[in-house]
């Protein structure tokens, strides 16, 4: 069944629901997870920083944070038993969606598990939705796994029980 999972994290408390979920079903499929982690440029870009003040200073912090999230997602799959790789992708041109479908396809992933805020109204629309356009494009089923509470509610530690059941899903292919 899902013994490939691919799962996006940010560091979130949201991103880290959907790899605790992706942790429990790895462990009933006896899976393995792909953490990504995506260096959106774009999404920090004011337009009054230089190129070369930009790529010398804010994107290494970027990357490294990004690879502390990697990290972090891994020693969490490791506690469980769960066998788990990373990736770092920096991107400037392509969407988040983009990169995380390429990878689900270079990786060969049954499946692609997000945590999601499952905002609606003006706030998707002006946040927009990651989740959303993955699971619209995405040639493999996703699980997306709403968030219990927001980022400042949940706490990141310790991964809910196996028996819990998240506490909403849906399953699109």
Same mark, same amino acid.
């Given at each position: 069944m899902y013994e490939r999972i691919l799962v996006p994290i940010d560091g $979130?408390?949201? $991103? =880290?629901?959907?790899?605790?979920?992706? @942790?429990?079903?790895?462990? !009933?499929?006896?899976?393995?997870?792909?953490?990504?982690?995506i260096v959106d440029q774009l999404k920090y870009v004011t337009g009054y920083e230089t190129f070369g003040s930009y790529t010398s200073d804010?994107?290494?912090?970027?990357?490294h944070a990004?690879?502390? %999230?990697?990290?972090?997602g891994l020693e969490r799959a490791q506690?469980?038993?769960?066998?788990?790789?990373?990736? !770092?992708?920096? $991107?400037l041109?392509?969407? @988040?969606c983009d990169v995380v479908i390429g990878q689900a396809d270079a990786w060969k992933a049954d499946l692609i598990v997000i945590g999601t805020h499952g905002r609606h109204g003006v706030g998707r629309v002006l946040l927009g939705s990651d989740a959303e356009q %993955? !699971?619209?494009? $995405?040639?493999?089923? @996703? =699980?997306?796994v709403r968030s219990k509470h927001t980022d400042s509610e949940a706490q990141a530690e310790p991964a809910p029980a196996a028996a819990d059941v998240p506490h909403r899903v849906s399953i699109a292919a």
């Open positions: $979130s408390n949201t $991103s =880290l629901q959907g790899l605790d979920e992706a @942790v429990r079903l790895a462990t !009933l499929t006896h899976g393995r997870l792909l953490l990504v982690n804010l994107l290494p912090y970027m990357q990004g690879e502390e %999230i990697l990290q972090h506690r469980a038993g769960i066998p788990a790789e990373t990736m !770092l992708f920096t $991107s041109a392509d969407r @988040v %993955i !699971l619209r494009i $995405s040639p493999v089923p @996703v =699980l997306l």
